[in-house]
Antibody, heavy 123, light 107 residues
Framework: EVQLVESGGAVAQPGGSLRLSCAAS????????MHWVRQVPGKGLEWVSL????????YYGDSVKGRFTISRDNSKNSLYLQMNSLKSEDTALYFC????????????????WGLGTLVTISS | DIQLTQSPSFLSASVGDRVTITCRAS??????LAWYQQTPGKAPKLLIY???NLQSGVPSRFSGSGSGTEFTLTISSLQPEDFATYYC??????????FGPGTKVDV
């Protein structure tokens, strides 16, 4: 079964750091670009970051650029998001998602999603 | 950045209704548009990719059309499990990849 399972969400203080993880199974992880997408509860979807299959290319949304770092370990079938200098507006459910096309930087959509991990930034 | 707008933002419908949701892009995105369905407490689900291609396993009552700046998602006969929020997403000009604000389909 194709599956993504996020972990690492927690309550953190403004200015603090968190590291999210996403464990992948059921597909050839190192064939695909992977994404992080977040959602404030009750609100819409916001793309956060992507990393290509070979880690050569990373992109970030403007709201997290310079604060968040995406990485992956293909030997462990795992995706990560290091979140620094956290702000209250980073409070959200964070999803990892698999891109749809083998070897593409960005394919035609995100065809597998995890259930998300909740990050709450509060003093 | 490419801005996506969706209309309507809320849609009241009944089982069996034909439902159409529109997504407009602020620039030409060719056919690099996807549609997602999200029900409360669940992750988004890919329905349509490349504007008009049905994702594997998605019922044929869902269809997508359009190119350039105007796109539509149509549900030909609404089923109880289709009451959800629908998002469009552009993947042509990035970063960032952008989502529309969503359309909630409710009773």
């Amino acid at each position: 079964e194709v599956q993504l399972v996020e972990s690492g969400g927690a309550v953190a203080q403004p200015g603090g750091s968190l590291r999210l993880s996403c464990a992948a199974s059921g597909f050839i992880f190192d064939d695909y670009t992977m994404h992080w997408v977040r959602q404030v509860p009750g609100k819409g979807l916001e793309w956060v970051s992507l990393i290509t299959w070979d880690s050569d290319t990373t992109y970030y949304g403007d709201s997290v650029k310079g604060r968040f770092t995406i990485s992956r370990d293909n030997s462990k079938n795992s995706l990560y998001l290091q979140m620094n200098s956290l702000k209250s507006e980073d409070t959200a459910l964070y999803f990892c998602a698999k891109d749809s096309l083998v070897g593409a930087t960005i394919g035609e959509g995100m065809d597998v999603w995890g259930l998300g991990t909740l990050v709450t930034i509060s003093s | 950045d490419i801005q996506l707008t969706q209309s309507p933002s809320f849609l009241s419908a009944s089982v069996g209704d034909r439902v159409t949701i529109t997504c407009r892009a602020s620039q030409d995105i060719k056919n690099y548009l996807a549609w997602y369905q999200q029900t409360p407490g669940k992750a988004p689900k890919l329905l349509i990719y490349a504007a008009s291609n049905l994702q594997s396993g998605v019922p044929s009552r869902f269809s997508g059309s359009g190119s350039g700046t105007e796109f539509t998602l149509t549900i030909s006969s609404l089923q109880p499990e289709d009451f959800a929020t629908y998002y469009c997403q552009q993947l042509n000009i990035y970063p960032p990849i952008t989502f529309g604000p969503g359309t909630k389909v409710d009773v």
